[in-house]
């Protein structure tokens, strides 16, 4: 069963038929258009996110992977005086010192631990392969082969996987330190080594040293293709030291442990671990060396004192065996010797007291309380001695002499053998010092690389391009500012919007035909697709179009746009379709001199047109053509002028609308776009109303208004406007339904 036309309605939406609840809606975010924003540039929030996600996926694949080594350290907190003599136990309560985890952290990070690593692995001269930019190096991780890979795209001079380089010793010239060299390499195992600017510096073969004016190299292994080439360089020191510094990490695993983690992360898990577990040997060894520096200290002054010693006992023994050999046989009596044992204590206690002191001063002051405790037992000691020579002085000449050479050896013999003792019990001290840090967990490289996170790389990818999708819509809807729907014109103009025509599919593949060539006689959407949603808001226009001509002195209505490509010619011959169904007389009249197509769509030929009236060329009744729709004629513009301002000015153009409104109850005329041309200014002045077309999206408010004083100023006003090409596909979420576009159908 056909549908009646007088079911479907497109109510007119004047500037004060929204209601408070809608304009009190303004001041809240609408979901509704943002979705329908969303789904309108979804192909453009599509490409963007997948152009990302697709930058995302080749960063992940030519990232190069990086390793973690990692290790636990012990710190243990104890004191630091080991070895010491035992003479010095007694103070090590104020040598000693408990070790600080920040400090040994600091130490862990130190120019003395790291160049030592530094000198150890020979981390100043640098060689790798030189791969093709970009995709080379992931190229060449991805060769399984034991020999090295072929070469792609005929590029032999880059490494394309499977090469090796053992650099054991680079010295250049100091303008090149830091500098990279070119190595190439040659036929059975030769090569030579190029500056920066292709210069040969010298020449040489694996496994023997090369030298020359400015480069001395010692290549020890080389696997490569002939032509293949590699990087070298010789960095400084401290940079060498400041790139390891940046790759190692330590800190302490818990609060107040004593237990540091330290890591090292690089491209090559063996190097990563050979270096993590350099550096805890150095950090260890300086551990220890530090420990026992007091042991080292004591000791050697020790050694400096024995042969000083030694001399003065040879000397003592040497007297006192003169005098017995000059005097014959002298024995010492029992209270001289007991004399001579005082004696000999007080002199041995003395040296001791004066050694002990000498060790204090070279950490303490001579005000530090310990210092002056020795100074007063010194004082005590000697006034003792003071006592024992009053004594000699009483026993006969030749007894003091004998108990003074006698106590000269005695004195000089202990204290020899007392410096000696220490010296070897400083020896074993300082062989068996232990330090206070140890290694629990040695360096171990992880199995899988830390970094790049191929699966976060594409997740972020992802988010960004969303993110950066959004942006791009939100920066071209903030720079277009265009009309998108019908009561913006309405509240910006003041102007009736007399239809909303939803935007056609079907007559956008009716128009492809048409313009490849291929469309039939009568394909037009009034007739292939009666039922399409675009002719119910034309079929309303039809009903608001008979309001709008009430009062005017003629019939006529002018069809035109602000601009091309809005629809005019659309809405002008499917409206004098539907009105022609309806029992209407129409005749449309093709007044676009220019580039007028009308006729195509009724599959007319141009022939005899507006033109040719105006001429004098045509009669009306030869310019009036029938088309496939019946009570519908149209007038075609006949042969292109060109002047067609000038042609439509003529009062005989006027005469022919004139004459063709007794002749029709709806005469339809389509114009060209007011603002590119001033056709429609001329022509306006001549018909009943004025209708402009303007599409969804296409225009800024500006535009419009700008059309419509084009018409004023011309002496023509604008009825108002019919609002083509909108989408109510976007409309169903802006506003929970299709827009203000209503269907009512009957089904048989």
């Known amino acids: 069963m056909r549908r009646d036309p007088a079911t479907t309605a497109q109510p007119e939406a004047g500037p004060n038929t929204r209601s408070a609840a809608a304009r009190g809606n303004d001041d809240f975010i609408n979901l509704g258009e943002i979705i329908a924003v969303l789904l309108e540039y979804k192909w453009l929030i599509l490409a963007i996110g997948t152009f990302a996600v697709l930058v995302g996926g080749v960063v992940a694949f030519v990232s190069t992977p990086i390793y973690r080594a990692d290790a636990l350290v012990q710190v243990e907190d104890k004191k630091s005086a080991k070895g010491g003599l035992a003479a010095l136990r007694d103070v090590e309560a104020v040598l000693g010192d408990t070790t600080s985890v920040a400090a040994e952290l600091e130490i862990l990070r130190s120019r003395m631990i790291l160049g030592r690593v530094v000198d150890r692995l020979n981390l100043t001269v640098q060689a790798q392969p030189h791969h093709l930019p970009v995709f080379g190096r992931a190229l060449a991780r991805r060769h399984a082969g034991v020999e090295p890979a072929a070469p792609l795209f005929g590029l032999s001079g880059y490494a394309w996987g499977g090469e090796r380089i053992a650099v054991q010793s680079l010295e250049v010239a100091p303008y090149l330190m830091g500098e990279p060299l070119t190595l190439v390499a040659g036929d059975n195992g030769s090569y030579s080594v190029f500056d920066d600017a292709g210069t040969l510096l010298v020449s040489g073969r694996v496994g023997e040293p090369a030298s020359a004016e400015h480069v001395s190299v010692f290549v020890a292994e080389l696997v490569a293709r002939p032509d293949t080439r590699f990087i070298l360089s010789r960095i400084a020191h401290t940079s060498a030291i400041a790139a390891l510094r940046e790759n190692l990490e330590v800190r302490e695993r818990a609060r107040q442990s004593n237990v540091i983690e330290a890591a090292f992360s690089g491209p090559d898990r063996a190097l990563a ?421 303007a599409r969804a999206g296409r225009h800024p408010i500006r535009e419009l208004e700008q059309a419509v004083k084009r018409f004023e100023h011309g002496g023509a006003a604008v009825k108002g406007f019919v609002f083509n090409g909108f989408d109510t596909r976007r409309q169903r979420h802006r506003f929970g339904y299709e827009g203000y576009h209503y269907q009512y159908k009957y089904k048989s």
């Open 273 to 693: 671990e050979s270096i993590l577990n350099e550096v805890l040997n150095a950090y260890v060894r300086q551990n220890v060396e530090y420990r026992s520096a007091e042991a080292e200290s004591t000791l050697a002054f020790l050694e400096a004192q024995l042969p000083e010693l030694k001399g003065q006992l040879d000397t003592a023994e040497a007297a006192y065996n003169e005098y017995r050999q000059s005097r014959g046989s002298v024995d010492l009596t029992l209270e001289t010797q007991s004399v001579l044992r005082s004696v000999v204590e007080a002199d041995n206690e003395i040296v001791a007291l004066q050694q002990k002191r000498e060790e204090l001063r070279q950490r303490f002051t001579s005000e530090h309380p310990q210092v002056i405790a020795v100074d007063a037992q010194i004082s005590r000691l000697r006034n003792r001695r003071a006592s024992f020579e009053g004594n000699v002085s009483r026993l006969p000449e030749t007894q003091q002499v004998a108990l003074q050479l006698r106590r000269d050896v005695e004195v000089a013999t202990a204290l020899y053998t007392n410096l000696l003792n220490s010296a070897q019990q400083l020896r074993v001290a300082r062989a068996g010092t232990v330090g206070d840090v140890r290694v629990i967990d040695s360096a171990v490289t992880a199995q899988f690389p830390v970094a790049p996170r191929k699966a976060l790389i594409l997740l972020l990818s992802g988010v960004l391009g969303l993110l950066g999708a959004l942006g791009t819509v939100w920066a071209i809807r903030a720079l277009r500012v265009v009309v998108e729907d019908p009561q913006t014109i309405e509240r910006e103009l003041a102007l009736p919007v007399y239809a909303t025509v939803p935007a056609s599919k079907a007559e956008e593949g009716i128009e492809r035909r048409i313009l490849r060539g291929r469309g039939g006689k009568g394909e037009l959407l009034a007739l292939v697709n009666p039922d399409d949603d675009a002719m119910e808001s034309l079929r309303s226009l039809r009903t608001t179009l008979h309001f709008a001509l009430l009062g005017a002195e003629r019939g006529s209505v002018l069809i035109t746009g602000p601009a091309p490509g809005v629809g005019k010619s659309f809405v002008t011959k499917n409206l004098g379709a539907v009105l022609a169904q309806a029992g209407k007389r129409v005749i449309i009249v093709d007044a676009d001199l220019r580039k007028g197509h009308i006729n195509k769509a009724f599959g007319v030929p141009r022939g005899l047109g507006v033109s040719d009236y105006i001429m004098g060329k045509a009669t009306l009744e030869v310019i009036v053509k029938p088309t496939a729709v019946e009570n519908l004629h149209m007038v075609t513009t006949g042969l292109i002028p060109p002047n067609p301002s000038e042609l439509l000015m003529h009062p005989q153009f006027a005469n022919m609308l004139a004459a063709l409104e007794d002749r029709c109850d709806v005469l339809l005329v389509d114009a060209p776009p007011i603002l590119a041309v001033s056709d429609a200014a001329i022509i306006g002045r001549m018909v009943g109303a004025t209708l402009l077309v």
